[in-house]
C-alpha cells in the first residue's frame, strides 16, 4: 500500500494528484507534518515558555505534467473551484484511511523547462485548517416496520432507538466539530452533549421545520451555523433570540478522549437525520 493524494472541490469534484497520465502527479511533498511557533523568557538560568501556537502549514512539492493539455485542466479545476479539500491516504494498520485539509493554492509554475518531456512545475498550497477526518454515519426510521436502518462509516456505537443516542470518543488532538442535518417535519429540535454521562451541553431550537426542509447545524471554526434549508434549496439563518437562547453556549464540539454521547429529540419523532463528527490532527 503507498499514500495517496487528491483534491476535491465544494461540488465533490475530484483532481489525482497520483495519475500523470490523465491528470497530474505530485512528487516530493513536504510539509505534511507541523510546527509550532514558540517564546520564551527567562528567569535566571530557566527559560519559562509565554508562546505557543501551531503554525500554518504549507504543502509544497513538485506537480508533474505529460502535456500542457493537463496543466490546463489543473489550473482550470482549481479556477472553477470555490473551495478545495487536499485528500491525503495513508496506510494505517493495513488499510487506507483517508485525511483532509482545507486548502487555498498559493503558486504553481511554470517554467517551460521540460525533462523527458514531462512538465515539472513547482506547487505550494497553505493550509488553512488541520488535518481531519469526514466521519458521517445517517440514519432513517421506516415508518411501516418502524425500523432503523443504520450506515456504519465509523467507530460508533448507538445505545438507545428511541433516545437517538451516539456514542463517540474523540481521539484527534483537538476538539472535534460536528455537522447535522435533520429532515423535517420536525418540531422545536434540540442537540444535547453528554459528557461521561451527565448532561454538558445543550442547544434548543425554537423552529418548525416543514416536510422536505432541514435543519443544518455546523460548529467548523470560522464556519458555525444554524439554518433552515427551504424546499427551494434557500438558507434562512436560525442563529437569532426568535430561535435561540443566546445565554446558551451554542456551539457543540465533541471533547477529545472523554467518552460522549449526542442525542437529537425534539417535540415531535426524529426520523431522519445525518450526523458528521470531524475528529482534528495536527499530523497523521
Known amino acids: 500500500m503507498v499514500r495517496k493524494f487528491k483534491l476535491i472541490n465544494e461540488k465533490g469534484q475530484e483532481f489525482s494528484l497520483m495519475n500523470i497520465h490523465e491528470a497530474c502527479l505530485l512528487t516530493d511533498p513536504s510539509g505534511l507534518g507541523y510546527e509550532y511557533d514558540t517564546g520564551y523568557q527567562q528567569l535566571g538560568n530557566t527559560f519559562v515558555q509565554t508562546v505557543r501556537n501551531i503554525t500554518q502549514g504549507k504543502i509544497e512539492g513538485t506537480a508533474n505534467f505529460l502535456s500542457y493539455t493537463n496543466y490546463k485542466k489543473f489550473v482550470d479545476f ?7 479539500k487536499f485528500s491525503y ?4 494498520d493495513g488499510v ?19 525533462l523527458n518531456g514531462i512538465i515539472s512545475e513547482s506547487i505550494v498550497f497553505n493550509c488553512l485548517t488541520l488535518w481531519y477526518e469526514e ?5 432513517t426510521i421506516v415508518p411501516q416496520t418502524n425500523e432503523i436502518r443504520w450506515n456504519f462509516r465509523w467507530d460508533s456505537r448507538f445505545t438507545d432507538y428511541d433516545l437517538r443516542r451516539l456514542s463517540y470518543i474523540n481521539k484527534g488532538h483537538v476538539e472535534a466539530p ?15 452533549l453528554y459528557v461521561e454521562g451527565e448532561l454538558y451541553q445543550t442547544v434548543k431550537i425554537t423552529a418548525d421545520i416543514a416536510q422536505y426542509e432541514k435543519l443544518l447545524y455546523g460548529t467548523k471554526e470560522n464556519d458555525f451555523y444554524i439554518n433552515k434549508q427551504n424546499t427551494d434549496g434557500t438558507l434562512t439563518s436560525l442563529f437569532d433570540l426568535d430561535h435561540i437562547n443566546f445565554e446558551n453556549d451554542n456551539v457543540i464540539r465533541i471533547p477529545k478522549n472523554r467518552s460522549c454521547e449526542l442525542r437529537l429529540t425534539a417535540d415531535n419523532e426524529v426520523l431522519n437525520a445525518k450526523v458528521t463528527i470531524l475528529p482534528q490532527y495536527k499530523a497523521v
Do not use: A, C
Request: net charge negative; aromatic share 4%; glycine share 4%.
Open 96 to 114: 487506507l484511511k483517508e485525511f483532509l485539509k482545507d486548502v487555498e493554492i498559493q503558486s504553481l509554475g511554470k517554467s517551460e523547462i521540460q
Open 89 to 92: 491516504k495513508v496506510p494505517l
Open 135 to 139: 466521519n458521517t454515519t445517517v440514519y
Open 178 to 192: 460536528i455537522l447535522i442535518e435533520i429532515d423535517g417535519h420536525v418540531v422545536n429540535p434540540e442537540i444535547q
Open 78 to 84: 482549481i479556477e472553477d473551484s470555490n473551495s478545495l
